[in-house]
């Protein structure tokens, strides 16, 4: 799954990015992005609208807050199968947590492109309760493997515009919601520092010691 997350750049920077034609929300930098906050997220396909929502929704199963959604059963969860129709989007970031067992002890690690370049997660929106949205996930890569079975799917410039297609998702969607390449991502173990989301400075990204 996807826990936290990292977007360091500011409104300017994703318009360029990702081609948003209208910003209905300013968006400032944040290092330990988490669940209840709300993200930056862009919308629409013949028109990208950059704003807000919160990230999670309401679990119609119970309380608390759904923040993934496994893309293998998009197409098959009534959650999620008709956002997947009408209702993507995008939530750019630059980096990744993911926690996993290493050295005999549970440890958080940051993943990011080696070019340290803005990219996109998958993401899927809907105004149930309150306006939310849920990040894509699929299989780990290479990298992320040893760490954690599941990484969020990735998105390019290319492969998220053909993700914001207004259109019915055509069959062949799956080839979108892959790992990204391992070969153009690093990663490090942080500290515990990310595990409070009250520490919210590019302290939190550093190699730990």
């Known amino acids: ?14 318009v ?20 209840g906050q709300d993200v930056a997220v862009i919308a629409g396909s013949d028109r990208r609208k950059l704003g807000t929502l919160r990230w999670g929704l309401k679990n119609p199963r119970g309380s608390g807050l759904v923040i993934n959604a496994r893309a293998e059963t998009l197409a098959e969860r009534p959650m999620f199968k008709g956002l997947l129709e009408r ?16 050295a005999g002890a ?30 894509v996930t699929t299989a780990a890569n290479a990298l992320v493997k040893p760490v954690h079975a599941r990484m969020p799917v990735m998105l390019d410039p290319d492969a998220a515009g053909r993700w914001l297609e207004t259109r ?34 590019p302290e939190v990204v550093l190699a730990a010691e």
Not at 1 to 14: H, L
Not at 174 to 198: T, Y
């Open 16 to 35: 360029e990015a990702f081609g948003v034609d209208e910003v209905a929300a300013e968006v400032l930098p944040g290092f330990n992005i988490a669940p």
């Open 1 to 14: 799954m996807c826990g936290r997350y990292t977007r360091s750049c500011e409104s300017q920077a994703i």
């Open 168 to 201: 019915p998702v055509a069959s062949g969607f799956e080839a979108i919601l892959k790992p990204f390449p391992a070969e153009l991502m690093a990663g490090h173990a942080v500290s515990d520092l990310v595990n409070s989301v009250r520490n919210r400075g």
């Open 106 to 135: 549970k440890r958080p690690h940051y993943f990011y492109r080696k070019d340290r370049r803005p990219f996109a997660f998958a993401g899927l929106w809907d105004r149930r309760d309150v306006s939310g949205c849920v990040i």
């Open 87 to 102: 209702r993507r989007c995008l939530i750019p970031a630059d980096g990744f947590f993911e926690w996993g067992n290493a």
